[in-house]
């Protein structure tokens, strides 16, 4: 499969616990976004990479909320000491720069549950 | 910020009838306009896209117009089918003017009546 990826595809968790999610993009894209999306709602915006770089975080981001791209390939978002008001799909995306490619190709998402 | 409004909210059409979800945005910086559609359980997947230098584009059933005077870009959907039914988001963005990340509006949700 050459699309986007993420890991684990569901995670429920007790309130306060921290979690950790993983997103593959598609290869030699060298944008990835990260996206909420809760029931009802359009995805909402969370932050980017440009390779390594996080060049635009939402204010959404709090500072719970963090997310690494250490080589430029895969990423990871942390959420530390989870509230409820976390539950939601997380939602990676990746697109290419270089050519007329500004199109977000999205990923099947992790979907948390915090109880 | 870039605030992004959707309507209707729910749409029903007979097959074979058009349908048309109409966006409009906020900042006149915005200068990248793509639809997606989610079926329940799915990804958002691209069905289109459309640059703030042109006015409509068109791929087979599917188009997209903008009136960047308005602020207000549409999508239409000709000749339905029960595949179309789904969820559609509009979104905008600045590509390259430090607003990359799409703002998506609420959502429509198409339903194509038999």
């Known amino acids: 499969d050459t699309g986007v990826s993420q890991n684990p595809r569901h995670k429920i968790t007790k309130r306060g616990q921290n979690v950790t999610f993983r997103c593959d993009p598609i290869?030699?894209?060298?944008?990835l976004y990260w996206y909420r999306q809760t029931l009802g709602q359009g995805p909402e915006f969370l932050t980017y990479?440009?390779?390594?770089?996080?060049?635009?975080k939402s204010r959404l981001l709090s500072d719970r909320f963090s997310a690494e791209r250490p080589k430029g390939s895969f990423s990871t978002l942390e959420i530390q000491r989870t509230e409820q008001g976390d539950s939601a799909m997380y939602l990676c995306?990746?697109?290419?720069?270089?050519?007329?490619?500004?199109?977000?190709?999205f990923g099947p998402g992790t979907r948390l549950t915090v109880l | 910020g870039e605030n992004v409004e959707q309507h209707p909210s729910t749409l029903s059409v007979q097959e074979g009838d058009s349908a048309v979800i109409k966006c409009t945005y906020s900042?006149?910086?915005?200068?990248?306009f793509p639809w997606y559609k989610q079926e329940l359980g799915k990804r958002p997947q691209l069905i289109i896209d459309?640059?703030?230098?042109?006015g409509e584009k068109k791929d087979q059933r599917i188009a997209v117009t903008l009136n960047k005077t308005a602020k207000h870009f549409s999508l239409h959907i000709t000749e339905t089918q029960p595949e179309d039914s789904a969820v559609y988001f509009c979104?905008?963005?600045?590509?390259?003017?430090?607003?990359?990340?799409?703002?998506f509006g609420k959502g429509t949700h198409l339903i194509i009546q038999p």
């Open positions: 995306a990746s697109s290419l720069v270089e050519t007329s490619g500004i199109e977000q190709f």
């Open positions: 290869s030699e894209h060298n944008r």
């Open positions: 990479f440009q390779n390594e770089a996080q060049l635009e």
């Open positions: 900042d006149s910086a915005s200068n990248y």
């Open positions: 459309i640059r703030s230098n042109v």
């Open positions: 979104a905008a963005s600045i590509p390259g003017g430090g607003a990359d990340g799409l703002t």
